[in-house]
């Protein structure tokens, strides 16, 4: 079962006093050009369902889509390399940090993370941050298709590597991902569903 299919856009949100009251959350997040609007359309089957743009940073508030099992997915703003003025983007941290320390909804993260560039300093910093919530994290080494067989070998056991020291403070798995190649749906399926599943036996 996609868990995806038919999500619909529920809305926006650029304060927290405005988060809306849901069950269960998923999160997507990422430095602003590692796809991440790409990789939501396609888990959707959706073209457009989140705005894709060549221009980083268009992601500016905290989205919301109804899943078909009454959870919500939930677009983050992207981190990086926006071209925005100094005050927008200091309530974008804000927003975004707060947003994941206090949710008690959210059931986990998924991080994006372009595959030929994979763990960069502000991914770590992601990993650090969320690591005090406990909840687990996913990471989607998205844009696969870039790289040969053999690298992708490669580049997800570097990464899986990279990742054991975080492995002490919280669950974090990682996958290839290709929205060109709709390569690894099923995957994200599965673990999204363990982390709804984890939230309601908790509940």
């Not at 991440?36 to 992601?59: D, E, M, Q």
């Amino acid at each position: 079962m996609n868990l995806f299919q038919n999500a619909k856009f529920f809305t926006t949100v650029n304060h927290l006093k405005d988060l809306p009251d849901t069950v269960a959350e998923i999160a997507f997040v990422g430095r602003s050009n590692a796809g991440k609007s790409s990789a939501i359309n396609t888990l959707c089957n959706h073209v457009r369902l989140a705005y894709v743009s060549k221009t980083p940073g268009r992601t500016q508030h905290i989205n919301f889509f109804e899943l078909t099992n009454g959870s919500f997915m939930v677009d983050l703003p992207g981190y990086g390399y926006a071209q925005v003025p100094e005050a927008i983007r200091a309530h974008w941290v804000q927003l975004l940090g707060s947003y994941l320390q206090t949710r008690r909804q959210l059931a986990g993260l998924i991080l994006i993370m372009d595959a030929r560039h994979p763990l960069k300093d502000l991914d770590v910093k992601m990993l650090d941050f969320f690591a005090e919530t406990k909840r687990p994290v996913h990471i989607l080494l998205s844009k696969s298709d870039k790289l040969s067989k053999n690298e992708q070998f490669k580049t997800l056991a570097a990464v899986k590597k990279a990742l054991e020291p975080f492995q002490t403070r919280q669950t974090v798995s990682v996958q290839l991902f290709s929205s060109l190649k709709k390569q690894g749906v099923e995957e994200v399926n599965r673990v999204v569903a363990q982390w709804f599943a984890s939230l309601e036996s908790v509940g």
